[in-house]
């Protein structure tokens, strides 16, 4: 009747019943670790080398554990439930606030993220290298200095970016097998790291001596921006998150599933990197964050590689739940005619070499760089108060019209033109009281107050209640 807006399998909603409602607990426990797992052990490892103690930074995950990763577990599952409930993905979802054109927005949003840290990691390639060919540490660089990467580097990426073409081609109902592998070989990893880690420091003694010394900044900031990082992290998680649980057995088990995943597992796994890394400080007399750094001061050829391999396999697993999936599904409502989820991940790869990759591979500040950057969360997180809370749970009372999802001026959702206003301005006006920290992040020479400063180290919290609370206000003017 000309009132149907999509044309695209791979968007419409999966039955209760279909045979494609695989996923049970230990997959989506086994997703939040191939996400989260490197993510937090590096973030928690920085407070360590910005110059928290090792009690202090302890003190940080715990507060991660009942602040940070439990309210985000809650959003998470909340996020994951609605998939589970409804069998739809991120970027139908958004058409409930945001209109059937106005999604626009969080999806373009969400699939640059995806697009700029799809496919990083080639460090871990050439750790494991390293390991196997010792001559392969001394490979000629026959590239300039202007090039801001060395040929072993150029090389080990692109290795590392083929290998994981192969496995975009996987439907996204397989790729719980992969999950479930990593939930398997992460927890043994994490647990003969820490036994390393306390045994050649002798004990919790040495490693807890340690004192706080940050400079330049208090120390509540550095507390709260590293706090605020590690939740950050799952911001991408929290709109990608429904994606994959629209395949799940039932919405209990994602949402019993998501809350211990976040608050425990990850958190164990924050704390794994603050004793590794007050670990090497006391063995080495190195500071580091980076565990592949870690990994090449052993003796042990076979360490190195083992531990590279288990840090390539957690950057694999983010770079397909977190990027090329996500940018898939965006891609496929965007040109629904033309792009499905699969051919939208291969697309994803391609733009991402346009990004020049190796070069930030080199330069950032993450081994992995499969997260967003801390800053870029000012535009992700309103989305998650916007799309995922306000509107579902207060707004609509839990229930969504599923068949008006899909369509057009005939929709509730239609709004005006294909456009709710109310949901674009709770956006932009989500973004103001993070934007002079934002700016700052961009120009290191824009001076802002500290009281800015301490907004924006808390920019994901702020953005899920200033968006969720400005879109709740202005839906009382009506639809």
């Known amino acids: 009747d000309g009132s149907t807006v999509i044309d695209q399998p791979d968007l419409l909603p999966v039955p209760r019943d279909s045979e494609k409602r695989k996923w049970n607990a230990v997959h989506i426990a086994g997703y939040w670790i191939a996400m989260a797992f490197g993510t937090q052990y590096q973030i928690a490892s920085t407070a360590v080398v910005a110059g928290l103690s090792p009690g202090a930074a302890i003190v940080l995950t715990r507060n991660q554990v009942f602040v940070g ?34 999604n626009s927005i969080p999806v373009l949003a969400r699939a640059v993220s995806g697009v700029a840290w799809f496919g990083l990691s080639g460090q871990c390639l050439q750790v494991m290298l390293g390991a196997i060919f010792p001559s392969f540490k001394h490979f000629k660089n026959h590239l ?26 996987v439907d996204i109902t397989k790729l719980r097998h992969f999950f479930t592998f990593k939930f398997i070989i992460m927890p043994i990893f994490g647990i003969t790291l820490f036994g390393w880690a306390v045994g050649r420091a002798n004990g919790f003694g040495p490693l807890f001596s340690q004192k706080t010394t940050t400079h330049g900044s208090p120390i509540a900031l550095v507390f709260l921006s590293s706090m605020s ?7 991408t998680m929290a709109l990608n998150v429904c994606d994959f649980t629209r395949y799940a057995k039932s919405p209990r088990v994602v949402v019993w599933a998501t809350i211990f995943s976040l608050s425990i597992l990850l958190t164990l796994a924050a704390i794994l990197g603050v004793v590794v890394t007050s670990a090497v400080q006391v063995i080495y007399g190195i500071s580091t964050w980076n565990p592949l750094q870690v990994a090449e001061l052993w003796d042990s050829r076979a360490a190195q590689f083992f531990a590279a391999f288990c840090w390539a396999l957690s950057a694999i697993g983010a770079n397909i739940a977190a ?19 699969r051919r939208g991940q291969y697309i994803c790869a391609i733009l991402a070499l346009a990004t020049c990759p190796w070069i930030v591979q080199n330069s950032a500040s993450s081994f992995t760089c499969v997260t967003p950057p801390f800053g870029y969360t000012i535009f992700l997180a309103p989305l998650c108060g916007i799309i995922h809370l306000s509107p579902f749970y207060i707004v609509q009372h839990k229930h969504f019209d599923l068949a008006a ?72 003017f009506g639809t």
């Open 69 to 102: 990763h439990f309210l985000i577990s809650l959003g998470c599952a909340a996020t994951g439930w609605i998939g589970a409930t409804y069998g739809i993905n991120f970027p139908v979802l958004a058409r409930a606030s945001f209109g059937f054109y106005g």
């Open 144 to 169: 300039p200095a202007s090039a801001h990467v060395t040929s072993s580097q150029l090389l080990c990426f692109f290795i590392f970016y083929i290998i994981q073409l192969p496995l975009l081609y």
């Open 229 to 235: 990082s590690a939740i950050a992290g799952e911001t």
């Open 323 to 341: 990027n090329s999936t996500a940018v898939g599904n965006d891609l496929a409502i965007l040109f629904p005619r033309y792009v499905d989820v």
């Open 405 to 476: 999802l899909y369509h057009g001026e005939s929709s509730r959702y239609w709004f005006t033109y294909g456009v709710n206003w109310r949901a674009i301005l709770a956006f932009v006006l989500a973004l103001v009281p993070s934007l002079p920290g934002f700016t700052a992040k961009i120009n290191t020479g824009f001076d802002i107050p500290v009281g800015a400063k301490y907004i924006f180290a808390l920019v994901w919290p702020v953005g899920v209640f200033v968006g969720g609370a400005c879109y709740l206000l202005l839906s009382a």
